[in-house]
């Protein structure tokens, strides 16, 4: 996908994350599953420190061009997002976007986040149960969750259900 020519992806970042991301404090980010790292550099532009991983070369190689060429401090991975090392306590937000379900990275994901955290998950709503995300999740604040009839963000041409999740690791005293 990220191969062909013209490449047939998008450049721009989600619309959920940049209505999110202003509104939080920039601090350390990943991106998971970040494709051509259009996410990701949006964040990297907006002061943010900011690893993606993806397992496509083609588009780890396209996410480190577009940095360099924008001068953006980035740090892009090869890795495949299962057996890529989150570490614990290590972000403030944690982006998946379009990658399907969740399942056993769920627990991966919560770990990692830094207390007051944020985990961002937007995906096609047919990926997941009606509801599922917030059980998922039952250790972190829900601040919005939706299954909206729209058009996903990774394929403007075709409307159908998305799912928007946005939650908070609570900073325990």
């Not at 509104?23 to 494709?35: F, H």
């Amino acid at each position: 996908m990220f191969a062909t020519e013209p490449a047939h992806i998008r450049w721009e970042p989600t619309r959920f994350l940049t209505e999110v991301a202003p509104t939080l404090k920039p601090g350390d980010a990943i991106d998971v599953g970040m494709g051509s790292g259009r996410n990701a550099l949006y964040l990297a532009q907006s002061g943010w420190r900011v690893t993606g991983v993806d397992t496509s070369a083609v588009g780890v190689e396209r996410a480190r061009a577009r940095a360099s060429a924008n001068k953006l401090s980035f740090a892009a991975v090869q890795s495949d997002m299962f057996k890529f090392d989150y570490g614990t306590n290590r972000y403030d937000f944690v982006l998946f976007m379009y990658m399907g379900p969740v399942g056993d990275l769920g627990e991966r994901f919560v770990r990692a986040l830094k207390p007051g955290g944020y985990l961002l998950i937007e995906h096609f709503a047919g990926g997941f149960e009606a509801g599922s995300l917030p059980k998922l999740f039952t250790g972190l604040d829900v601040l919005r969750y939706s299954e909206d009839e729209d058009y996903p963000d990774y394929d403007l041409r075709n409307k159908g259900r998305v799912v928007r999740f946005l939650a908070r690791k609570p900073i325990t005293p």
